[in-house]
């Protein structure tokens, strides 16, 4: 069995909802990070054995496989196949996974592999009634993402929470305190915004050419930022609870890609390892707690990888809620100094089919800068899952 390298890791910056990236449609920019991931990688196009992108939506302009049209407009030859992933939060992350297990088991040598979500474009729909030439049925915003509920549901526990719903019933179970949530979102808009002073992200994001400009800067993190400002804030699911909009994830447009390459691939086309994808696992927990999926998730791919939780050097969890990134950080006993040392989804925000490969992308950066060996990315997934893959440094 061939091992599966990363070879090259780009990403968009993200983008605010409604903001510099929403007038670029989604396959326009996921078209982009492929194009820039195998011009860095110094890999042909021609050499390129599948493309695989993570798209969460695909309501709107994403839909018809989004990765094939993005593939296509990115000048690929129309020999190279390839597919969209839908895992929700974790496409991206799944992706990667899923390019790393086709070079394992030798079905490929090179994959082009990533996600892309423009929420800021993700339309209304309507629901076609059951009966012809009757009214139209219930109006659905896509962007918000659970729509046309099957009724089912209802009998099944927590299926229909919303996702701060699952938050704060994290908070609740996990004795998690509004204050401690605050001072998490606010450390993830200290460290994002010295990243970018500190030009930490310069060299893993392409530069977006807009109607209004160039943007080469992740909008979301705001210097104004602080405890204060966030107190104030009101919680969204009950009066006395911890969730509110200031220590959640934000709605975010943008894409990422990386290339994995086999070994042999490596060899033959003389490209540089940067990291090695060890494994990577999914687990499924109960709906309502969807929050502490990459708790077992990652219990999952350390034993199959042979590692304890001592063995990590660096970690990027998708910081859902501050809440949800507590438990998961209390439940591992992960050291917040290791954790989005760049900061996270709160301050950066979460384009939902990217966040995984973004997430990766900025640890490959990471793993290199900080010099660390070994390395974990994770996130969870509504409606109850969990994701995790590990990576070791070359």
Same mark, same amino acid.
């Given at each position: 069995? %061939?091992?599966?390298?990363?070879?090259?890791?780009?990403?968009?910056?993200?983008?605010?909802?409604?903001?510099? *990236?929403?007038?670029?449609?989604? @396959?326009?920019?996921?078209?982009?990070?492929?194009?820039?991931?195998?011009?860095?990688?110094?890999?042909?196009?021609? @050499?390129?054995? #599948?493309?695989?992108l993570g798209c969460t939506n695909q309501a709107g302009e994403d839909n018809r496989n989004v990765a094939r049209m993005a593939t296509l407009i990115a000048g690929f030859p129309v020999t190279v196949p390839a597919m969209t992933v839908n895992r929700l939060c974790a496409s991206g992350l799944s992706a990667i996974i899923l390019a790393a297990q086709m070079i394992r088991s030798g079905a490929a040598d090179l994959v082009v592999a990533g996600g892309v979500e423009s929420m800021s474009r993700a339309p209304w729909v309507l629901a076609k009634p059951e009966k012809a030439f009757a009214k139209p049925g219930e109006l659905a915003d896509s962007a918000i993402g659970a729509r046309f509920t099957n009724p089912k549901f209802y009998d099944l526990?927590? %299926?229909? /929470?919303?996702?701060?719903?699952?938050? #704060?019933?994290?908070?609740?179970?996990?004795?998690?305190?509004?204050?401690? &949530?605050?001072?998490?979102?606010?450390?993830?808009?200290?460290?994002? +915004?010295?990243?970018?002073? $500190?030009?930490?992200?310069? @060299? $893993?994001?392409?530069?977006?050419?807009? %109607?209004?400009?160039?943007?080469?800067?992740? $909008?979301?993190?705001?210097?104004?930022? &602080? +405890?204060?400002?966030?107190?104030?804030?009101?919680?969204?699911?009950?009066?006395?609870?911890?969730? %509110?909009?200031?220590?959640?994830?934000? +709605?975010? @447009?943008?894409? /990422?890609?990386?290339?994995v390459a086999s070994a042999d691939a490596v060899r033959r086309l003389g490209l540089t390892a940067r990291a090695r994808i060890v494994d990577g696992a999914s687990a499924g927990v109960a709906p309502a707690v969807m929050g502490i999926g990459p708790v077992p998730a990652t219990q999952k791919v350390l034993d199959r990888a042979g590692w304890s939780l001592g063995d990590l050097d660096a970690v990027e969890l998708n910081e859902a809620f501050a809440a949800q990134?507590?438990?998961?950080?209390?439940? +591992?006993?992960?050291?917040?100094?290791?954790?989005?040392?760049?900061?996270?989804?709160?301050?950066?925000?979460?384009?939902?089919? &990217?966040?995984? &490969?973004?997430?990766?992308?900025?640890?490959?950066?990471?793993? $290199?800068?900080?010099?660390?060996?070994?390395?974990?990315?994770?996130?969870?997934?509504?409606?109850?899952?969990?994701?995790?893959?590990? *990576? #070791?440094?070359?």
């Open positions: 069995m %061939t091992e599966a390298y990363l070879v090259s890791g780009v990403r968009t910056p993200v983008g605010r909802y409604g903001g510099a *990236l929403s007038g670029v449609r989604p @396959d326009d920019l996921a078209a982009l990070v492929l194009a820039e991931a195998v011009a860095r990688a110094g890999v042909p196009r021609t @050499d390129v054995d #599948e493309v695989l526990p927590g %299926t229909t /929470s919303s996702m701060p719903e699952t938050a #704060e019933e994290l908070a609740t179970r996990d004795g998690i305190s509004r204050v401690d &949530s605050d001072a998490f979102a606010l450390r993830s808009h200290q460290r994002a +915004l010295a990243a970018i002073d $500190e030009g930490r992200f310069a @060299d $893993e994001i392409v530069p977006v050419e807009t %109607t209004k400009g160039v943007v080469k800067t992740d $909008e979301g993190p705001r210097r104004e930022t &602080s +405890l204060e400002a966030l107190a104030k804030l009101r919680p969204i699911v009950r009066p006395d609870g911890v969730v %509110t909009a200031g220590n959640s994830s934000s +709605l975010n @447009d943008g894409a /990422s890609a990386v290339v990134s507590l438990a998961c950080m209390r439940a +591992l006993n992960l050291d917040e100094a290791i954790v989005n040392r760049d900061g996270g989804a709160i301050a950066l925000g979460h384009a939902l089919g &990217s966040s995984g &490969s973004r997430l990766t992308v900025t640890m490959l950066n990471r793993m $290199e800068r900080e010099g660390a060996s070994k390395a974990l990315v994770t996130m969870c997934v509504g409606l109850g899952q969990g994701v995790s893959m590990l *990576l #070791e440094r070359v």
